[in-house]
């Protein structure tokens, strides 16, 4: 039975509710500007990065169900999964009006979500490292480049190399000993206070599969979360 997750709530959850039809599997399209020159053939191309897309889901109802709580259910933004990549989720927003007319006299409606170009692994595990020697190794599962959260816990000075390429240094501050270094939200902070003037360098990526991190400084523990993601594609690991 087909079923989705929606904002960590299972569809299935919901007495007399039916996912009758779910969206294609598919990759966004890329973001272009093509600029024509006078006396040079073709045109010049640049990508601009990929576009949100649309999934659209059909559904139905049957039985003795409680509208009201499907209603409430069928709004906002969060995380979804598909039951036919059971594996991955998006990130989506509803932002199309919902015929909830059409879903009580004929029971049925359709429901779009606006989700981002990239869907990535669910329910990934975080890859933690207690009192590591002078390298690890990380795993991206995705097939292209994923931005990680990583969470370092040490002292004094760091210098950060992934494949032996200088990525940051982190100075930790007198008496403090962690930071989040969040490559998606391209800030590093401990709880609610920003620590980016503590770092200098870039924020790491991860390329698809093995990725060899070393440092100088002290650090007793590192924690890794890949967010390894996809344009297309299945999950091999």
Known sequence: MSYIIWK?????????LIISELPQISKPSMRIQETTIDGVDGSLIEELGYETYDKTIKIGLYGNYEIDKIINYFNGEGSIVFSNEPDKYYIAKIVQKIDYEKLLRFKTA???FRVQPYKYKYQESTQVFTNPSTNITV???GLIESKPLIKLTGSGTIEFKIDNVAIFSYVFPTNETEVMIDSQKQDAYLGTVLKNRNMTGEFPVLK???NIITWTGTLTKIEVLANSRWLWGVLND
């Open 110 to 112: 359709t429901i779009v």
């Open 139 to 141: 795993m991206n599962n």
């Open 8 to 16: 960590n709530i299972n569809s299935n959850t919901f007495p007399g």
């Open 208 to 210: 698809s599969g093995k």
